[in-house]
């Protein structure tokens, strides 16, 4: 059964069309992986389910639910998180802090807090710290931390691997593989490497329309799809 | 613009814009009064100061609130030089200079400094630099003759008693029961620098630089994107503007023959360019005189119908406050505000919107 | 240089300017007691406009949106303020000290009251429309202000107004040689009252944290679950509420007020607001101090310059950092 499910969704920035017509199932559980050029209209995909652009058309389907027309707080509450592209920190506040925001009252779960240290250690090295002066990576991890801080059915990942070194994107990938046996994760991925060991589904997005959709692994297997797709030239 | 080029409403706006024009030029025989011919000269120099204002707003979308302040250097700038070097077209030649180069220099400054932030702040420098500029204007009185401002007389030929033409007698000839005098060269100096200022900027904003202005308007990170140098652009916009403004303020210097700090620099002006371009229409220049003619007309003679309103509602309370002549203001903001609400084209906008393409 | 810069960073980094700007004063004035005198001056002066321009900064850092009418509600507030005061002129004169206080109180509560009042319908019909779109937010906020100047010149009319102040805040204090007026003594305390609250609210509780992340990210916000357009609406409103407090006591301190005092401190207010750095209240507070202290240091040795003094403070500051002093981070 898929848990979200976008039907012919159309979404213009300003008067520029960006997206033309969205269609995709996204199963439950696991990672889903959408892939496709710069400028295809992957940011723009998850920004629409997040609400944060409108669609101006079609619709967004979360567990039998439209929730095109809701306020971004609604669909969050509903049980979605957003990873955006920038990683949204807020720097002026501390890692607890940053934290502690994403909790809907306040408190920490003990339980998840202990989670979320097991998968990212360094958070609570730097637990007091400004969130600006975290490396990359660590702002990812505390990105990432906040997404799962509450219990969620869905996480929309925008490129987490982007500008991050090879030894923290491993890290990355096992940190998503664990909250993928307990969650959905939508991600938007430009690192085909990275996509591939994650993915068991997905699809490419190419000039605001959905190109292709299927399992990860015939897609990894068709070399020349790939290059139609993903390649710069094409 | 492009999606208005040729409707219907286009036709109607420019038609009225061509009728307006031809009242103006043919105002001193059309309304033989003081205090009509006062209202065409104001609607002349309102048209090329609010053109030029819309020039900032309509086409590159900034806000400043220092458009009055340049306007006040032009007038100044012609004020201080009349005084001191007596009337003469030398004294304006170089009053129009120093208030062109003032401009320009400030100008200059403001844009560099400030055009790279947010509008927002651009909005607010401006204000803060417009007030000093009318502070200054108050306290420098050696200068610009303080709160009291200066008169001065203008060049000859725009004396009242200047004979341009006399008839057999050697008194001043009429023509259809008009004067021959200087007040009359004097309408048609304001009347002609007015048009030949507006038809520069309505041939700037057709040129190529128009097309640039545009799309830094509509997309300012795709046009940067395409290689415009957005703050390049803005600055000389910014520049351009602040350059017409002085020279409009000049030419009012020259027409008034009286300039102080009520007359060319206060807030109020500012408020009124604003409202001016607002209902008329931001970025099509023909919007400026149709603005421009509403409020000046308005200005003068709507308070003498509020007049009457308010003695009609006496016996109110709180109504006959609103309908004072003096809280026209008032009634004015409100429209102001519903305007940019349900109509932000503003007047000339919505009608050349309205119509079939042809 | 380098050390001098860790040094200074160290002990409060451009916090210090008012200290470095009070002590040049203090070798240009002299007279020690003068200085002291205009110093407290400028304090009380700065926690004023500090009042004034906190809600419009705030208001800015969490929405984006610019208030250019904010100057009404400081108006407003004065003249509220002045009219409770004068309706109360029986409990003032009233050696009773605390029947003067009950009238202080009253006219501030009114102030604040109708701020509030004010504010949310201000959001409500006037921004909540032209969210994100700066252009018609500048236009309208000014329409707005045009019509709010207006309506104060129906109510109470051009004239000057008398501000009666109460008995107790009347004359000033010796301490050796040098005088202190009461009334700027409590101006201070108040606004420095209203920092500490603000400040722990922001830096102590959880909608202080929610309006600190706000400031930064409103849409990273919004995407963790919470209405930022709800609290904004209590922001507006506590940023209005502040701003006819902040009229409220320059009414008083001024004594003598016009239609025009909207208009005037709007001038200092910017400046204060892009001197400060939008969106940080502690921007604000320095912003604020550096005016008032400016403002007497400036008015006392070249009184010519007062009003031009800001605003070569404030290109000056522009041009070493654009941003303002303390801009809260984006």
């Known amino acids: ?234 | 613009m492009s999606v208005s080029a040729n409707t219907t409403g286009t036709k109607v706006v420019k038609t009225t814009v061509l009728l307006i024009g031809a009242l103006l030029l043919f105002a001193p025989f059309l309304f033989q009064d003081t205090r009509a011919l006062e209202v065409a000269a104001r609607i002349c120099i309102f048209i090329v100061l609010v053109a030029s204002y819309d020039l900032l707003i309509g086409y590159t979308g900034i806000v400043s609130f220092a458009h009055i302040m340049f306007f006040g250097f032009g007038a100044y700038g012609g004020a201080i030089a009349l005084k001191q070097m007596g009337p003469g077209w030398d004294a304006v030649v170089v009053g129009a200079l120093a208030g062109v180069a003032v401009s320009l220099v400030v100008a200059v400054a403001i844009g560099l400094l400030s055009l790279r932030v947010k509008a927002i702040f651009f909005a607010m420098i401006t204000l803060a630099a417009a007030s000093v500029a009318l502070v200054l204007a108050s306290q420098l009185s050696n200068f610009t003759g303080g709160e009291d401002g200066i008169t001065y007389r203008a060049p000859s030929i725009f004396k009242t008693a200047t004979k341009l033409m006399v008839d057999d007698d050697g008194k001043v000839m009429r023509i259809f029961g008009v004067k021959m005098n200087g007040k009359l060269a004097a309408y048609y100096f304001v009347f002609i620098t007015s048009f030949v200022l507006f038809f520069a900027m309505v041939r700037l904003v057709g040129s190529p630089l128009g097309t640039v202005l545009k799309a830094i308007r509509e997309n300012e990170a795709r046009a940067e994107a395409i290689g415009y140098r957005v703050v390049s652009y803005r600055t000389f916009v910014f520049c351009i503007a602040a350059l017409v403004a002085s020279l409009s303020g000049t030419i009012y210097a020259i027409w008034l023959k009286y300039t102080g700090p009520d007359t060319v620099l206060s807030f109020s002006i500012m408020i009124d360019i604003l409202l001016m371009v607002v209902i008329g229409g931001m970025g099509t220049m023909w919007g400026a005189v149709i603005g421009a003619v509403l409020m000046v007309i308005a200005q003068y003679y709507l308070r003498d119908l509020m007049g009457v309103a308010a003695e009609a509602t006496a016996n109110l309370p709180l109504l006959p406050h609103l309908l004072d002549p003096d809280r026209w203001l008032f009634w004015l903001g409100i429209i102001f505000i519903l305007l940019v609400y349900f109509f932000p084209k503003g007047i000339a906008g919505t009608i050349m919107a309205k119509g079939e393409k042809s | 240089m380098e050390t001098i810069t860790k040094i200074v960073t160290r002990f409060g980094g451009v916090s210090l300017l008012p200290v470095a700007v009070a002590l040049l004063a203090f070798v240009l004035i002299g007279a020690p007691s003068s200085w002291v005198t205009l110093t407290i001056a400028g304090l009380a002066m700065g926690m004023m406009i500090f009042l004034m321009a906190s809600g419009l900064s705030l208001v800015f850092g969490l929405m984006d949106v610019m208030n250019f009418g904010h100057s009404a509600f400081i108006s407003f507030g004065a003249f509220i303020a002045a009219s409770v005061l004068a309706g109360l002129s029986g409990w003032l004169g009233s050696d009773l000290i605390i029947l003067n206080i009950a009238a202080l109180f009253l006219a501030f509560a009114a102030a604040i009251l109708f701020g509030m009042a004010a504010g949310w319908f201000f959001e409500a019909v006037i921004i909540k429309p032209v969210y994100k779109d700066h252009l018609r937010q500048i236009l309208i906020t000014m329409g707005a202000l045009i019509v709010a100047e207006q309506m104060i010149l129906a109510l109470w009319g051009g004239a000057p107004m008398t501000v009666h102040r109460p008995q107790f805040l009347e004359g000033s204090f010796l301490i050796g040689d040098i005088t202190i007026e009461v009334y700027r003594a409590f101006a201070f305390m108040l606004g420095l009252a209203v920092y500490v609250a603000l400040y722990l609210t922001l830096n102590r509780t959880r909608i202080g944290l929610l309006i600190r992340a706000g400031v930064e990210n409103r849409e990273m916000v919004e995407a963790l679950g919470f209405r930022i357009d709800r609290l904004f609406v209590g922001v507006f409103m506590l940023g209005s509420a502040l701003a006819a407090m902040g009229g409220a006591i320059w009414a008083g301190y001024e004594t003598l007020i016009t239609p025009a005092l909207g208009g005037e401190m709007m001038i200092v207010v910017f400046i204060v607001v892009i001197i400060g750095g939008l969106g940080s209240i502690e921007g604000t507070l320095l912003g604020a101090i550096m005016v008032g202290l400016m403002a007497n240091y400036v008015g006392y040795l070249a009184p010519k310059l007062a009003l031009t003094s800001n605003m070569i403070l404030m290109m000056v500051i522009l041009l070493w950092r654009p941003n303002g002093l303390k801009p809260a981070v984006k």
């Open chain 1, 1 to 234: 059964m898929s848990i979200l499910s976008l039907k012919a969704m159309k979404t213009d920035i300003g008067q520029y069309a960006v997206l033309h017509d969205v269609t995709l199932e996204v199963p439950q559980g696991g990672v889903f992986v959408l892939l496709g050029r710069n400028g295809a209209g992957k940011t723009t995909t998850l920004r629409s389910i997040m609400g944060l652009w409108k669609p101006s058309a079609g619709s967004v389907i979360f567990r039998g639910q439209d929730i095109s027309e809701m306020h971004t707080a609604e669909i969050a509450r509903l049980g979605i998180s957003f990873v955006p592209e920038d990683m949204g920190i807020f720097g002026g506040l501390t890692v607890e802090e940053n934290l502690i925001l994403a909790t809907a009252k306040g408190q920490f779960d003990n339980a998840r807090l202990a989670r979320i240290y097991e998968l990212f250690p360094a958070l609570e090295t730097f637990w007091t710290k400004q969130a600006w002066s975290l490396s990359g990576g660590q702002k990812q991890m505390l990105s990432v931390a906040r997404a799962i801080i509450e219990p969620r059915e869905l996480i929309l990942v925008d490129e987490p691997t982007k500008g991050l070194a090879p030894a923290i994107i491993d890290a990355m990938a096992d940190a998503f593989r664990e909250i993928a046996q307990t969650t959905t994760i939508l991600l938007v991925e430009q690192n085909f490497e990275f996509a591939k060991s994650l993915g068991r589904d997905m699809a490419v997005i190419d000039d605001g329309r959905i190109a292709h959709s299927g399992s990860m692994a015939d897609f990894a297997a068709d070399k020349p799809l790939q290059d139609r797709l993903l390649s710069l030239s094409a």
